[in-house]
């Protein structure tokens, strides 16, 4: 059996930056087994599967070592996928997922995705964290199981240079490090998520849900462009809605393949 997939940088308008992801359109859904295993092989951050349902889409995303419940760079990986290499004629595309139902619409050049905002509790600085970043944060929150760290300046992230094992051995799901940004970005940010097969992440539309009212709030804007500075790094133009973000990026295919299984 073969199975057309294809890699998408995500998140960039070039290839070989940005978030790659692995993409596969399917008739009907694999095995959950088959389809970690093919993740897994990929070993990228995510790869997405994808099988339609009507008018609307069924959509799972996969680390090398487990199944995610929302994955942004992914899904916009997957919109791109569509509108572009299977020419779907449609205005907005809708995604039905563990995260809740997300939609992708074409703006010009742009993908605008619909996601959920997740407003940030302060908490005490775990333990082992300064050790962990080799940086001691000024604040340090909760978001959806995501940790943020927010550190002084845009210098200190992008000089990160962390103990992935002890990282891998706090306790949350992945840890989001951020500060203000330099360069005429409103802010930066790196992502790590050991623990789940992730060490670090080039450009994860998951923190955006994070750090998008985050940084909002003390900006004062609803909408910014925030830069993840890895090394790759990728763009990333966030919008506040409410309850809701408005993440905005391009997405290049940069390789198609077909897997035998």
């Not at 295993?37 to 599967?49: C, Q, W």
């Not at 569509?82 to 595309?93: G, H, K, N, Q, V």
């Not at 604040?139 to 002084?152: H, K």
Request: glycine share 8%.
């Amino acid at each position: 059996m073969g199975i057309r997939q294809y890699q998408v940088d995500a998140f960039t308008d070039r290839p070989f930056a940005g978030n790659p992801a692995a993409v596969c359109i399917l008739e009907k859904w694999l095995d959950d087994d088959l389809m970690q295993a093919i993740a897994a092989e990929n070993n990228l951050s995510e790869t997405a599967f994808c099988v339609r349902d009507g008018a609307r889409w069924r959509l799972r995303w996969f680390t090398p070592s487990c199944e995610v419940p929302l994955c942004g760079h992914a899904t916009l990986a997957t919109a791109h996928v569509l509108f572009t290499e299977m020419s779907i004629d449609e205005p907005t595309l809708e995604f039905d997922t563990l995260g809740g139902t997300l939609a992708v619409r074409r703006e010009g050049t742009m993908l605008a995705m619909d996601l959920p905002a997740w407003p940030a509790q302060a908490i005490a600085t775990p333990a082992g964290l300064e050790r962990a970043l080799g940086a001691t944060p000024d604040e340090t929150l909760e978001a959806n199981d995501y940790l943020l760290a927010v550190m002084a300046d845009a210098a200190v992230v992008r000089r990160l240079a962390p103990d992935i094992d002890r990282l891998k051995a706090l306790p949350h799901w992945g840890i989001v490090v951020t500060a203000r940004g330099d360069d005429g970005y409103d802010f930066v940010s790196r992502f790590f998520a050991p623990a789940h097969g992730v060490a670090e992440d080039p450009v994860t539309g998951s923190a955006h849900c994070a750090l998008t009212p985050y940084w909002a709030a003390r900006t004062g804007r609803v909408r910014m462009i925030g830069l993840q500075c890895s090394g790759r790094s990728g763009e990333v133009d966030c919008e506040l809605l409410g309850p809701r973000v408005m993440l905005r990026g391009r997405a290049v295919t940069v390789i198609e393949s077909e897997l035998r299984l």
